[in-house]
């Protein structure tokens, strides 16, 4: 990254800087509004210079804002002014920056005019690059699979639009679905999800592979009825699980394929470096107690792991930031043979790819003209510019324009997930608490409306249809004992959120005061909470059908926040084999073409299982890179 900060700004020459003005020497603090919250920026001067620019507290999601945070206080420093260059992708809080330098520096005498030279750039070169394997897209998908091209031995260039890695999946839950044992066995349930099993087991089949499917899950199931074990789970069920979960659209000789490999890349991650905290969950929208939940925030575990390992891998793997693929190069014969690009000053990029190329763009949850495009169901009443996102501004379905383009077939394009939590201004996910099943969801009248561990769609049509189509996630100090330790998803506490009045977090002492505050009838609070407390205990099966129960939340402080739903996640894209070749209408496989991740849409049918996204592009973007540095 040093080495990356370095090339950048000694490509910028600044024209002058000014010397006329006299500074007080010493440090200046100045706090801003950021994209999600204040941050504070702290500015040392000496009479007539910055010498230091450091960003001493920040609410912004993690991952991302690491990526400003190394480059603009840099750039700032190296070149004497303010007018640098945002990070692309993550202007907001680089803009932020800036602006909390410019306030602190007013602090130590410095005026508007002061510190504002303009940055001459050289002219952008044209470039002509070869190797092995061309990677469009810096996400979980492009790196995993950069890290298996490059253990093939293939050398592999990666572009990347942005100027970070990441794209959706660094903002994620950061959770993994597959069956392990080790924490299912006897993990700590007050209820029972045999009948979930029993339910899918009972259905009459629909094909020969969905028979034999259910006839393995069946002597798994009634072997486990013989131990005393709490959680049954295998990857048989988990891919029936799945395949049910997305309504039977979904491929299900991939979904076998995937869930079969999903244990194993678990523990590749881990020799990685990737660490998972050692109790497993039933995440919110994952249908079932196998999720694993990522130690640091969000999805940066995945990113600090697949860095680390590429870090190795300097001599084989160049990554260009800040270049956006426009079209696929094909030869005669149709092969896929390379990529043209953009750099981030209009010089064009060709690139040459010896073996294969790999799209790993995404999907297009955020580019409002696709999904309106292919919003052809009545399923969503709106998905306009009016539905906030989840979704980096970067992944815009690019790739899915140019595979289409060469001929790939797109397949379930119309099967769209909004995500039910998100947060209600921003879209954003990284201040949820990690309460999953130890909370509820309460309308605007205090009222339960739906299985909390349900279905993503299925939640996200409730939630729309409640008043102001919104709802508030409750919990009690019985799911976070001590707000200055519980966290968010983005590694906040819930007190920060309190403190700063941020994302709506309410509290307490009594529920009656928390019900005040929200303008609910405190005695309707009060009676959807004895509900649901007594379907922890099982004295009676919940009206609304759900399973999984933790705690019973009966002590104060009380809590809430509200949520409603975005566009998160498309399950359509790109129709590919087990190979992750790109396929034709026909079924014939584009040679030299490979995709991963959320560009493909073989795997989750018209609803994805939460915690299952991060497997496919792992299990996915690894196969890509293996299959794509041997050419075959």
Wanted: with cysteine; net charge negative; hydrophobic share 40%.
């Amino acid at each position: 990254m040093k080495k990356l900060v370095a090339l950048v700004l000694a490509c910028l020459l600044v024209t002058a800087v000014s010397s006329a003005f006299a500074l007080t020497s010493g440090t200046y603090e100045a706090t801003v509004a950021a994209m999600h919250g204040p941050m504070t920026v702290q500015v040392t001067v000496d009479e007539d210079s910055i010498t230091d620019v450091q960003v001493t507290a920040n609410v912004e999601t993690p991952g991302l804002i690491d990526w400003p945070l190394k480059e603009i206080p840099a750039a700032i420093v190296a070149n004497q002014t303010t007018e640098v260059d945002t990070v692309t992708g993550a202007t907001f809080s680089s803009r932020a920056i800036i602006r909390g330098v410019r306030e602190a520096l007013k602090l130590a005498g410095a005026t508007d005019e002061d510190f504002a030279a303009k940055i001459e750039k050289a002219p952008a070169e044209d470039q002509d690059l070869t190797a092995d394997v061309i990677i469009v897209g810096g996400g979980g998908a492009g790196l995993a699979a950069s890290i298996s091209a490059t253990e093939a031995g293939a050398s592999v260039i990666l572009i990347e639009k942005t100027g970070f890695f990441g794209g959706n999946s660094i903002v994620s839950g950061g959770i993994f679905n597959c069956p392990d044992p080790d924490l299912q066995d006897y993990a700590d349930i007050t209820s029972s999800l045999d009948s979930l099993i029993e339910e899918a087991l009972a259905e009459e089949p629909v094909s020969e592979l969905h028979a034999e499917l259910q006839a393995t899950v069946r002597e798994q199931f009634e072997a486990y009825k013989q131990t005393d074990k709490h959680v049954f789970d295998s990857a048989e069920w988990m891919a029936l699980q799945t395949w049910n979960g997305g309504d039977k659209v979904a491929d299900l000789d991939h979904v076998i394929f995937y869930a079969q490999n999903a244990y194993p890349t678990l523990k590749w991650l881990e020799s990685m470096g990737m660490e998972f905290a050692p109790v497993i969950n039933s995440a919110s929208g994952s249908l079932y107690m196998r999720t694993h939940t990522a130690v640091m925030p969000n999805g940066t575990g995945y990113f600090k792991a697949f860095q680390t390992r590429l870090a190795d891998k300097t001599d084989l793997w160049t990554p260009l930031m800040n270049t956006t693929a426009e079209s696929l190069i094909t030869d005669e014969t149709g092969r896929v043979t390379g990529v043209n690009a953009v750099g981030k000053e209009g010089n064009k990029v060709t690139l040459h790819a010896n073996k294969g190329v790999i799209l790993a763009t995404g999907g297009f949850a955020g580019n409002v003209e696709m999904r309106m495009e292919y919003c052809v169901s009545d399923k969503w009443p709106d998905l306009s510019a009016k539905v906030i996102t989840t979704n980096m501004p970067g992944v815009t379905g690019d790739g899915l324009r140019m595979a289409q383009e060469v001929g790939a077939e797109l397949i379930n394009m119309d099967q769209i997930q909004l995500l039910p939590y998100a947060n209600p201004w921003t879209g954003a996910t990284s201040d949820i608490t990690l309460t999953y099943s130890a909370s509820c969801y309460i309308n605007k009248n205090g009222e339960r409306f739906v299985r909390e561990d349900g279905r993503r769609d299925e939640m996200s049509l409730a939630i729309i249809a409640q008043p102001d189509g919104l709802m508030y996630q409750l919990f009690s100090a019985d799911a976070v004992p001590d707000p200055a330790t519980g966290k968010t998803l983005g590694d906040k506490t819930v007190s920060y959120y309190l403190d700063n009045h941020l994302a709506g977090y309410v509290q307490a002492d009594t529920l009656e005061g928390l019900a005040e505050i929200l303008g609910m009838d405190p005695a309707v609070l009060q009676a959807t909470v004895d509900d649901m407390n007594a379907c922890v205990r099982g004295e009676k099966t919940d009206d609304y059908g759900r399973v999984t129960w933790t705690k019973e939340l009966k002590t104060g402080p009380w809590y809430a926040y509200p949520r409603k739903p975005a566009a998160h996640h498309t399950m359509g894209g790109v129709n590919i084999d087990l190979s992750t070749h790109a396929l034709r209408a026909d079924g014939s496989v584009i040679e030299g073409l490979y995709c991963a991740g959320e560009i493909t849409g073989n795997f989750h049918g018209a609803n994805r299982l939460g915690g299952n996204a991060i497997v496919d592009f792992c299990v996915f973007g690894r196969i890509a890179g293996e299959n794509a540095a041997e050419g075959k």
